[in-house]
């Protein structure tokens, strides 16, 4: 997959020559050599693959001098099949052409994400329809007069005492609803659909390379659900301190709660989830130490300390009428924001000025060959140096997404040491989403116009701190380091997409947040179970063809729906694992 097909044709009379190939995603890298063809001569090594997921710039030199004679920039599309002709003039045998024609032409490789996403709506569409007709009283009734009805009220008497008829009207749905006023369904819609897509994305996203994470620089689908995950997370943290001081908790014991939590999501990322377990038993000599749930357990701790020390519970129904009420959600908390703020400080000195050895201060790159090879040893500047110093580098993630792209030889994790406290920064501004659903509570349109605030100020500090480029700006966005332009992109794409789910959700009540609203509620077994299961059947099996996108695209779809309805079971068992 990601390849297709390039023939070589040497038609310079006396004249060898290499090929060079440089990606458009390879920021500043240096050339890589592709082939080197003899005049005249169809060898077998003059027919090479290149590369299908981003354009690429061919750059073709003589062996002798050195001096490049032609220049081609081009998008080859999957399992084509080219012929890279370099030829002179009639006019002029120094003038020198290069030309690409196509020998076969590619297949639509995105054929089966369309095919998907129409079978999906319709199944949605079907489901929908069923639920509508299901709760009409024409269709129940006639429903109840094909049953035996002496054995149907047995059933019911049996299971689930004796309901009368209106309980099944959708007046009652709603009111069944209703009944929980305190849970916000917008909020585990959310979480479900970051945790679905992260499950879709870890097992493989059908090989296409934008549900693979970016090699450096700039944003896929893949780098926007962790942290989604994070931020929602934070929203609550905030809700859920403030239901329990208000219950009477002591501050103490909720502060043994939490750090139970965050030990236990640790361990059960360092022995459960790590990324070596499939390679055999975990040794202490290159177990990897950060993760994604160590990286969730320690911004958990953080966080929910910092809203033990300074919250304060406040009532159901808050006063509309007091003086600055309009920034009161973060006037109260000036504490908690004075304290985040030090800790972004600290990223920003440790980042920018903390001296690394061979490396420029301040480097925010990948190494290997980017910034025209320069600096090699240099991945990720001071997070990826820290980490190394740290936990050493047999204990980090060994083959990060650099790798593919950049030929990177260090080994750099994207959960590190000092990513962890952008991540904090991520779930308080999640934290604040939170505040502003307490202090409005039941007041949807200040709710929906704050979030929209906020969803547009964090995108201008994104503007100006990327001044909208991907590797120009002061601070890219940057997944691997999490830097705080990422993290000001993904807060506001976070408030942006809150603000439509809890509208839809909890304003206006025209969707349930299914079928995400499940695998929300059980989020936690969700993400483990997938990664324990990922290589067991029915989430993997044997394909006949590898390199096929429509065979793994069926195969993580069918992987990740599966888990979708066994949280939708588990929701109607009122089965909930919780840490």
């Known amino acids: 997959m990601d390849q297709a097909l390039l023939l070589i044709n040497n038609n310079l009379p006396h004249e060898k020559f290499i090929v060079y190939w440089r990606s458009d995603q390879c920021y500043q890298c240096l050339y890589q050599t592709l082939v080197i063809s003899d005049q005249r001569i169809e060898r077998a090594s003059d027919v090479t693959v290149v590369d299908t997921r981003h354009p690429m710039t061919l750059q073709i030199n ?160 893949a780098d926007l659900v962790f942290p989604w995950f994070v931020f929602i997370m934070g929203t609550s943290i905030h809700l859920s301190v403030n239901a329990m001081l208000r219950k009477g908790n002591s501050r103490w014991k909720l502060f043994w709660k939490v750090l139970w939590r965050s030990i236990q999501l640790f361990l059960i990322g360092l022995f459960v989830i790590n990324e070596n377990y ?31 020390l300074f919250t304060k519970p406040l009532p159901d129904l808050m006063p509309q009428s007091r003086t600055c009420f309009l920034l009161q959600d973060v006037v109260s908390y000036w504490p908690q924001w004075l304290i985040i703020l030090v800790l972004e400080a600290v990223w920003l000195c440790l980042t920018f000025l903390l001296p690394v050895p061979g490396c420029p201060t301040g480097y925010l790159g990948p190494g290997g060959i980017g910034d025209f090879g320069k600096y090699p040893n240099c991945t990720g500047g001071a997070a990826g140096y820290i980490d190394r110093i740290v936990l050493s580098e047999d204990h980090i993630y060994q083959h990060p997404s650099s790798n593919v792209v950049y030929k990177t030889k260090m080994p750099y994790d994207p959960e590190g040491i000092l990513g962890t406290i952008n991540s904090v920064v991520m779930a308080f501004l999640g934290l604040q989403a939170g505040k502003i659903l307490v202090f409005y509570k039941n007041q949807h349109k200040q709710v929906l116009v704050r979030f929209f605030t906020w969803s547009v100020f964090m995108g201008v500090i994104s503007a100006i701190l990327t001044k909208c480029s991907t590797n120009e700006g002061f601070i890219p966005v940057n997944k691997n380091l999490w830097s705080i332009s990422y993290v000001t992109t993904l807060s506001s794409f976070a408030f942006f997409l809150l603000m439509l789910i809890y509208f839809l959700v909890d304003v206006k009540r025209v969707w349930m947040g299914g079928p995400f609203f499940y695998p929300g509620m059980n989020s936690i077994l969700v993400y483990v179970g997938h990664e324990v299961f990922e290589s067991y059947f029915p989430f993997k099996w044997k394909m006949q063809d590898n390199q096929s996108h429509g065979q793994h695209l069926t195969q993580n779809l069918v992987a990740t729906s599966i888990w979708v309805l066994i949280a939708y079971i588990l929701y109607k068992k009122r089965i909930f694992w919780k840490i």
């Open 62 to 221: 003589a062996t002798s001098g050195k001096t490049e004679l032609c220049r081609i920039h081009y998008r080859f599309r999957e399992f084509g099949n080219y012929s890279l002709w370099v030829k002179t003039n009639h006019s002029s045998t120094k003038d020198v052409t290069c030309e690409i024609i196509i020998n076969q032409n590619p297949g639509y490789t995105n054929l089966p994400i369309v095919i998907a996403f129409f079978i999906y709506v319709a199944i949605f569409i079907l489901l929908s329809l069923g639920s509508f007709l299901f709760r009409l009283t024409t269709v129940q009734n006639w429903l109840c007069k094909q049953i035996n009805p002496a054995e149907t009220d047995r059933l019911i008497n049996s299971e689930l005492g004796s309901p009368n008829r209106a309980d099944l009207s959708q007046d009652a749905h709603y009111a069944t609803w209703n009944n929980v006023p305190q849970r916000l369904r917008s909020l585990d819609t959310f979480r479900g659909l970051s945790l679905i897509i992260m499950v879709f994305v870890n097992y493989g996203g059908g090989g296409y390379w934008f549900f693979k994470h970016q090699s450096w620089n700039g944003l896929t689908i």
């Open 278 to 308: 499939c390679r055999g038993p975990l040794s202490w000599s290159d177990i990897r130490i950060m993760g994604v749930l160590q990286r969730l357990s320690l911004t958990y701790l953080v966080v929910s300390v910092l809203e033990l």
